[in-house]
């Protein structure tokens, strides 16, 4: 048995949804409650959360020849542009990830990620060698202080990890940056400037509260502290701007030190306000409620929202 997020299970023609962005990535779910006690994850050691939840995800199991004879049918090769497993961290699902991503490379050409997993050098080589495209390592806290807070273990240890990795397997190693845990936006900005550097990959999420955790009760970031990180975020990957001509006070951003006219042309197609990550990484509805405010785009904007997201940005 896998268990994949609800979208991923309609693209393979397993569950009959009506969604309004399907994703064209297969997130696929490997073991279950992990022995880290991360306080937004409804999958933490002493989380009350479902356990077939991530994020605001379900992720309902199926046998695995269906879900492989899924992965060939039509819809699947039209959709999916890549395989993600996250991997809850335990040993036995790092075992087991293998095993899958020798199987998945049998029935689909996508390029193959895994996230959250490896622990040592040694782990991410072995993954890689699978064929594994990208080793996500994710850090989650922008500071060792939020990190402190919010996670188990220690953030020096995470970042060290990452940075020998991609130093070690360049241009194969992502990490996931969740905002609104506490850190400023001028953390985040340096931190996703100091990643990049490094040629890591940054997948940006906005802080979202699931039941049953301890984080149940505290809010999302707000709308437009999420915008600016996310154009601070897309200009830092395109190399339009570095973090550190950028402008702030009291850890807000107030400029990208940029010609606001520029800065308007850059932004203005919406592309800086779409899931971040991967190739072909949206993620639908991870941190957003249907017919609610997207922080992430799954898709392209319309014109009226990128417009919307520049006004938000500059609040
Ligand atoms: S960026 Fe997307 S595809 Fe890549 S590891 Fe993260 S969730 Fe998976």
């Given at each position: 048995?896998?268990?994949?997020?609800?979208?991923?299970?309609?693209?393979?023609?397993?569950?009959?949804?009506?969604?309004?962005?399907?994703?064209?990535?297969?997130?696929?779910?490997?073991?279950?409650?992990?022995?880290?006690?991360?306080?937004?994850?409804?999958?933490?050691?002493?989380s009350?959360?479902?356990?077939?939840?991530?994020?605001?995800?379900?992720?309902?199991?199926?046998?695995?020849?269906?879900?492989?004879?899924?992965l060939?049918?039509?819809?699947?090769?039209?959709?999916?542009?890549?395989?993600?497993?996250?991997?809850?961290?335990?040993?036995?699902?790092?075992?087991?990830?293998?095993?899958?991503?020798k199987?998945?490379?049998e029935h689909?050409?996508?390029?193959?990620?895994?996230?959250?997993?490896?622990?040592?050098?040694?782990?991410?080589?072995?993954?890689?060698?699978?064929?594994?495209?990208?080793?996500?390592?994710?850090?989650?806290?922008?500071?060792?202080?939020?990190?402190?807070?919010?996670?188990?273990?220690?953030?020096?240890r995470?970042?060290?990890?990452?940075?020998?990795?991609?130093?070690?397997?360049?241009?194969?190693?992502?990490?996931?940056?969740?905002?609104?845990?506490?850190?400023?936006?001028?953390?985040?900005?340096?931190?996703?400037?100091?990643?990049?550097?490094?040629?890591i990959?940054?997948?940006?999420?906005?802080?979202?509260?699931?039941r049953?955790?301890?984080l149940?009760?505290?809010?999302?970031?707000?709308?437009?502290?999420?915008?600016?990180?996310?154009?601070?975020?897309?200009?830092?990957?395109?190399?339009?701007?570095?973090?550190?001509?950028?402008?702030?006070?009291?850890?807000?951003?107030?400029?990208?030190?940029?010609?606001?006219?520029?800065?308007?042309?850059?932004?203005?197609?919406?592309?800086?306000?779409?899931?971040?990550?991967?190739?072909g990484?949206?993620?639908?509805?991870?941190?957003?409620?249907?017919?609610?405010?997207m922080?992430?785009?799954?898709?392209?904007?319309?014109?009226?929202?990128?417009?919307?997201?520049?006004?938000?940005l500059?609040?």
């Amino acid at each position: 048995m896998i268990r994949c997020s609800l979208g991923t299970a309609k693209v393979l023609g397993l569950k009959q949804i009506k969604v309004d962005d399907l994703p064209t990535t297969a997130y696929l779910m490997v073991g279950e409650r992990c022995h880290f006690n991360c306080a937004f994850c409804a999958q933490a050691r002493e989380s009350g959360a479902r356990s077939d939840m991530l994020s605001r995800v379900t992720w309902p199991q199926f046998p695995r020849a269906d879900f492989l004879k899924g992965l060939e049918g039509g819809q699947a090769q039209d959709t999916l542009k890549r395989i993600c497993f996250q991997v809850v961290q335990d040993e036995e699902a790092l075992a087991a990830t293998k095993v899958w991503v020798k199987e998945v490379k049998e029935h689909t050409d996508a390029p193959i990620c895994v996230s959250a997993g490896p622990r040592t050098l040694e782990e991410i080589q072995e993954l890689l060698e699978l064929g594994v495209d990208h080793v996500s390592i994710a850090l989650d806290a922008a500071t060792p202080e939020v990190y402190m807070q919010v996670k188990d273990g220690s953030w020096d240890r995470r970042y060290s990890l990452l940075t020998e990795a991609a130093a070690r397997f360049p241009g194969s190693i992502a990490t996931h940056l969740i905002v609104g845990l506490g850190e400023s936006e001028e953390e985040m900005a340096h931190l996703i400037q100091d990643l990049y550097d490094q040629g890591i990959t940054v997948a940006l999420f906005a802080f979202t509260p699931v039941r049953g955790t301890r984080l149940e009760h505290c809010d999302q970031p707000a709308l437009a502290h999420y915008r600016r990180v996310q154009a601070a975020h897309f200009l830092i990957r395109q190399g339009q701007a570095r973090a550190d001509q950028f402008g702030f006070k009291d850890g807000k951003l107030l400029d990208f030190g940029l010609p606001l006219d520029r800065l308007q042309q850059l932004l203005r197609d919406g592309e800086a306000f779409r899931t971040s990550g991967c190739t072909g990484c949206n993620r639908p509805y991870y941190n957003e409620t249907p017919g609610e405010t997207m922080y992430n785009y799954p898709r392209s904007l319309t014109k009226a929202e990128a417009a919307q997201a520049w006004e938000v940005l500059r609040t």
